[in-house]
C-alpha cells in the first residue's frame, strides 16, 4: 500500500494506524514520489492525505483516474474532512471512501478491508472481460446509470433520516422504506432491491440487529448482489468496522449530508451495474464455449464430458445408459442441390425436432457437421430402441422446406436419419466405449441402406 501524504506526522500517524495488521507500506511525501513509488510496483491501495486546500490531492486524482493501468487502485482520503463541501469534493474527485483524523485505527482497517475485497472482485470482472474480448465477442458501449431499485430499511414506527428523504426522490428507479420484518418476508419471496440503505442510527436497530440483516442479504440467492449501505451513529466505529467486515458496501455517519449520500448511493448503483453486466458477459461466454451456435444444442466440446459423466454414473449404480450417434443421411447433397443456406435450416430443424422428442433429463448436441449426439440416463433396451425410432420418423414423416433464391414454389426437402444406438451399465478398461459402439452401430445402418436404427447391445 502507498502512504502519500505532503505532512510527515500525518504519515507517521496513517502509518502507526495500519501497523498492527502487517501490511507492507510504502511512503511518498510528494506526486513525484508517489510516481516512482508505482513505477516499482502497482499499489493494491493508496492512502491519500488531504491538506487544505486540497489541491495537490486533487490533482493527483485526476492524474491517477485519467491513467488505464492505474484508475482501478482504490484510494482512502484522509485528513480533517469535516467539511461537507470539502468531503463531498474529494469523492467526486475520484476518492473511494474517506477517514477523519484523527484516525481510528479500527475502522481504518475496516475500510481497507472492504476496499481489498471489492478490488479483487474488480479484478476477477475485468480479467473475464479480458477474456471476453478476446474471444470475440461483442463489447459494451459506454455506461450510464441506469435505474435502480432502492429498499430503506428502518425499524417499524421510525422516521426516515432527513438526509435520505430528499435522495430517494431523485434517485432514477425510486425507492421504498421497509422495516426489517417486512423486508425479509420480501425478499422470501424473491422481490429484491438492487440498492438497501440500512438506517442503524435509528431508535431501536441495536448492534446484533444490524449486523444479521447485513449477513441476510449476503446469505439469500435474491439479494446476494445487491449492494448495501449502511448509517451509523456518529463515534460508534466498533459497530462500523463490524458491519463493514460482515459485507455492507459502503458506510456513513448519521450526519451525512444529503449530496454526499446521493453520490455515494449512485457510485454504489454504478458499482452493481458493472458486476452485474461482468456476470452476464461471462454466463453468456460459458453458454457459447459450450453451444453450437447455429443449432443452440450442447457441442462436442460439452457433450463428450458429460456422456463420460453418465457412464460413470451408471457405473455406479449399475443402471443401463443409452447412447445415440445420428446422422442426416446424404446431407452433402442437399446442400449441393439445394444450397447451404438450406442446409444450414435443415440442421436447426432437425435440432429442434431432436430436442424436442427426448425426456427431461436425456442430452442432445450436435458432435460434427451433420452428426448428433443423444444420451439417456437409466434407459433399458427397449425403450432405447422406442426412443430411436420416435426420432427417426419424426425426421422422415414430415419434410423440410427449402431455400432457394428466386423459386416461387421451392421444393421440399426430404431428410432422413441413421441412428446408432449402444447401452451399457458402465465402460471396462480395454473394451470399447459406449459412444464408440454407437458409432460403429451408425456405420452398420448406413451399410445396411440409411434411414434406419441400429441397436448394438451390451456385453454379456
Do not use: W
Not at 445487491?226 to 459502503?250: E, H, R
Not at 451433420?370 to 422406442?386: C, G, H, R, S
Amino acid at each position: 500500500m502507498l502512504i502519500f501524504d505532503p505532512t510527515v506526522s500525518s504519515r507517521i500517524l496513517t502509518r502507526a494506524a495500519l501497523a498492527e495488521a502487517q501490511y507492507n507500506l510504502v511512503v511518498a511525501e510528494s506526486s513525484a514520489d508517489a510516481q516512482v513509488e508505482m513505477m516499482r510496483g502497482r499499489p493494491d491501495l493508496i492512502l491519500l492525505g488531504v491538506v487544505a486546500p486540497a489541491a495537490g490531492a486533487f490533482a493527483f486524482l485526476a492524474g491517477l483516474r485519467a491513467d488505464p493501468q492505474r484508475r482501478g487502485i482504490p484510494v482512502i482520503a484522509v485528513g480533517r474532512l469535516s467539511d461537507p463541501s470539502l468531503r463531498l469534493a474529494v469523492l467526486r474527485a475520484g476518492a473511494d471512501d474517506l477517514c477523519d483524523r484523527p484516525v481510528d485505527p479500527v475502522l481504518l482497517q475496516a475500510q481497507v478491508r472492504r476496499l481489498l475485497r471489492r478490488s479483487d472482485s474488480l479484478a476477477e470482472l475485468c480479467l473475464r472481460e479480458e477474456t471476453h474480448r478476446a474471444l470475440g465477442f461483442a463489447e459494451e458501449g459506454e455506461e450510464f446509470l441506469q435505474p435502480g431499485r432502492v429498499s430503506v430499511v428502518v425499524p417499524e414506527g421510525q422516521a426516515v433520516l432527513p438526509a435520505v428523504v430528499p435522495v430517494l426522490d431523485r434517485l432514477p428507479g425510486g425507492g421504498d422504506v421497509l422495516d426489517p420484518r417486512s423486508l425479509l418476508t420480501r425478499i422470501g419471496s424473491g422481490d429484491a432491491a438492487d440498492l438497501f440503505v440500512i438506517d442503524a442510527a435509528a431508535e431501536g436497530l441495536r448492534p446484533g440487529e444490524l449486523f444479521r440483516l447485513i449477513a441476510e442479504l449476503r446469505s439469500r440467492a435474491s439479494t446476494r448482489h445487491s449492494v448495501q449501505i449502511a448509517i451509523v451513529p456518529p463515534d460508534m466505529t466498533d459497530m462500523a468496522a463490524m458491519a463493514l467486515d460482515l459485507g455492507v458496501d459502503d458506510l456513513v455517519s448519521a450526519r451525512v449530508r444529503p449530496a454526499e449520500l446521493m453520490h455515494r448511493l449512485k457510485a454504489l448503483l454504478l458499482q452493481k451495474h458493472r458486476a452485474d453486466r461482468a456476470r452476464e458477459k461471462l454466463r453468456r461466454g460459458v453458454e457459447n464455449s459450450v453451444t453450437d451456435p447455429l443449432t443452440g444444442l450442447y457441442n462436442r466440446r460439452y457433450a463428450l464430458p458429460a456422456l463420460k459423466s453418465v457412464t460413470d454414473q451408471a457405473a455406479r449404480s449399475g443402471r443401463m445408459a443409452a447412447v445415440m450417434v445420428l446422422d442426416i443421411d446424404h446431407f452433402k447433397e442437399i446442400n449441393d442441390r439445394f444450397g447451404h443456406a438450406t442446409g444450414d435450416k435443415v440442421l436447426e430443424e432437425v435440432a429442434r425436432r431432436l430436442a424436442a422428442r427426448v425426456r427431461v433429463g436425456d442430452m442432445v448436441a450436435r458432435i460434427g457437421g451433420e452428426e448428433f449426439l443423444v444420451v439417456m440416463p437409466e434407459t433399458d433396451a427397449e425403450a432405447a430402441a422406442e426412443a430411436a425410432e420416435r426420432l427417426r420418423s419424426g425426421i422422415e414423416d414430415r419434410p423440410f422446406e427449402s431455400n432457394r433464391e428466386g423459386c416461387p414454389a421451392p421444393p421440399p426437402v426430404r431428410v432422413t436419419l441413421s441412428i446408432g444406438v449402444a447401452l451399457g451399465a458402465g465402460e471396462r478398461p480395454g473394451e470399447p466405449t459406449l459412444f464408440e459402439r454407437a458409432d460403429a452401430a451408425l456405420y452398420s445402418a448406413k451399410l445396411a441402406g440409411r434411414n434406419m436404427v441400429s441397436l448394438s447391445r451390451p456385453a454379456a
